[in-house]
């Protein structure tokens, strides 16, 4: 088992110092990842799975506020969605006159 402190001595620290990132921490990069992945795109269950958490909800509670811009491309993409569906919607509004027959 890799422990931290031997992975952060072995090389970790030294290679962030030497790419001008002092005092950065393995931790940050998992927040990094996490979101670069909702940047990108991906949902919260992709989010929680590939972090290892135990439920969606606790993904929530640590990185709610990168979701927010999802609630913006979600009301454009309803709104393009309703507004293409009643372009391209059949006129229902045409009515049919009944006929008898004798």
């Keep these: 088992m890799l422990r ?4 952060r001595r072995a090389g970790f620290d030294k ?3 030497g790419m001008g990132l002092d005092g950065l921490v393995p931790h ?5 990842a996490a979101s670069l992945a909702v940047s990108a795109g991906a949902n919260v ?3 929680q799975r590939m972090l290892g958490h135990a439920s969606a909800a606790m993904t929530l509670d640590t990185y709610a506020d990168l979701f927010d811009d999802d609630l913006d491309a979600v009301a454009e993409r309803l709104d393009a969605a309703a507004r293409g569906s009643r372009d391209t919607a059949p006129n ?3 009515v049919t006159p009944i006929t008898r027959q004798a």
């Design 4 to 7: 931290n402190r031997v992975f």
């Design 45 to 47: 269950k992709a989010v």
């Design 28 to 32: 940050e990069l998992r927040h990094t």
């Design 92 to 94: 229902t509004a045409t």
């Design 15 to 17: 290679a962030a110092a």
